[in-house]
């Protein structure tokens, strides 16, 4: 092998072990043990390496969160530095740190202005915990303790934790104990799939509508708030039709429910806006935030306050009963000032919004806008998603949609390219730091993936 970096032990030797210790995510832990996991060792840029040598452009960011991708120096050396200063201490016992304050600073610079305080979270599955609490903790300060529903959508995703998965819409995830009181849904904003005759702005408007109804149906003086991602991410990259976010921002504060906004995925650029809310034009009073707040180098995530439920909890709440050991840990604080600083310095969402966003917004197009076996392109900034179509002109689906697009997923590993599949469309998400070239290949190792993909769907 002519690797980078040299593993310690043979690929067999680590996938023994990882199959006699670990219960991976979202897969079946037996057939993947009888397959043996890839087994990555290394990072620079936006590529990985394997054991056995393999290249691969990461065209996910990791699980949408390297922004700005693999090997930063500069994130490296703030941990290290801040570990050697004061490696650890909490946020309890009347104790703040200054990593911490400085993080906040920057943080709320880069925040509209009606945003003011925040919860940190180690990850967005916390953050989305620690929203239900928050919220419900908030309608108990201002004399309404009897809103405590949470309305979500059916295949939103908000986290893996108990109540996190009760906000999204995985039924799956529900099966297997994903449930908790107080929880409700409504239908996602899916044109494409669930549209029918109707046209995107019609259904934009429905889709949304049915947040009134059941708010209607619950008692608008039993619901907390509506949580949402801008766009649906896990589950397949999906965006709303331009009509569905003003009409329901309208609703939420006609009946005085709070907007709840999940930026895991959405913040810090990845549209080429700061938040993915200020590209679709609307205002939440609480933002989650996780993943690119640090780049993914290290755990970290939040919750985001508006003034209105901050003011409320600080000047009337009294003791909140909430607390996380490692929330506002110093050696995450003190990187994710590093990494918001470099997207800040460098002009990288600025290069999002204006170069490198479009850029692949077009190439896309043009390569794929005229391909047998996809119906539709969405996206915006750096993240795309392609929708499998049997038939374009009725927006017939694949009945095996899923399978495809797994094997796609799987013809990309081989091709050298890491893309993501869901239900029937193949997404991606490259880091920030993307350059043309790199996206040049992206789209180039994608088309091959979609090109051998659509042989077997018998449309090439």
């Known amino acids: ?238 965006f709303p039709p331009e009509s569905y976010w003003p009409e329901i921002q309208r609703i939420c504060r006609q009946y005085d429910v709070l907007l709840c906004a999940d930026e895991v995925i959405g913040g810090f650029g990845r549209t080429g806006e700061w938040f993915a809310h200020e590209y679709f034009g609307f205002e939440p009073d609480t933002l989650s935030i996780a993943k690119g707040l640090t780049s993914g180098y290290i755990p970290m995530g939040g919750l985001v306050l508006g003034k209105r439920i901050a003011s409320a909890l600080v000047d009337q709440g009294g003791v909140f009963a909430h607390g996380l050991t490692y929330s506002g840990h110093p050696v995450a604080a003190a990187v994710a000032l590093a990494n918001l600083k470099a997207l800040r310095d460098e002009c990288i969402v600025r290069t999002v919004k204006e170069d490198t966003g479009p850029y692949l917004q077009q190439i896309l197009r043009e390569v794929f806008g005229n391909h047998p076996m996809i119906g539709e392109i969405q996206g915006a900034g750096l993240l795309a998603a392609l929708q499998f179509a049997e038939d374009k002109s009725t927006r017939k689906r694949f009945v095996n949609e899923n399978s495809l697009a797994w094997q796609c997923r799987t013809f990309g590993f081989e091709e050298g390219v890491i893309i993501r599949s869901t239900l029937g469309r193949m997404i991606m998400a490259p880091a920030l730091v993307a350059t043309r070239a790199e996206l040049d290949e992206l789209v180039e190792k994608t088309h091959i993936a979609v090109d051998r993909t659509a042989r077997i769907a018998g449309k090439l």
């Open 1 to 238: 092998m002519n690797l980078p970096f040299e593993p310690k032990r043979q690929t067999q030797d680590y996938q023994k072990s990882d199959a006699a210790h670990h219960i991976h995510a979202f897969v079946d832990q037996k057939a993947l043990n009888a397959e043996g996991p890839r087994v990555i060792i290394r990072g620079e840029g936006l590529y990985l390496w394997d054991s056995e040598g393999k290249r691969y452009l990461d065209g996910m960011s990791g699980l949408w969160c390297t922004q700005l991708g693999y090997g930063r120096k500069d994130l490296t050396a703030a941990a290290a530095v801040q570990m050697d200063q004061l490696a650890y201490y909490n946020m309890f016992f009347h104790t703040t740190h200054p990593a911490v304050i400085e993080l906040s600073e920057l943080l709320f610079s880069l925040l509209p202005g009606h945003y003011s305080h925040v919860i940190y979270t180690n990850s967005g599955s916390e953050a989305n915990e620690v929203l239900i609490r928050t919220v419900r903790r908030y309608w108990q300060v201002v004399g309404q303790p009897q809103k405590k529903i949470m309305i979500g959508r059916w295949n939103g995703y908000h986290g893996s934790t108990l109540a996190a998965s009760a906000l999204g819409g995985m039924k799956f995830m529900h099966e297997m104990g994903g449930l908790i009181p107080d929880v409700a849904h409504i239908d996602e904003p899916y044109w494409y799939a669930q549209g029918g005759e109707l046209t995107p702005a019609e259904f934009g408007r429905q889709c949304a509508m049915q947040l009134e109804e059941k708010i209607l149906e619950l008692g608008a003086e039993n619901v907390a708030g509506f949580i949402a991602e801008p766009f649906q991410g896990a589950g397949g990259m999906i």
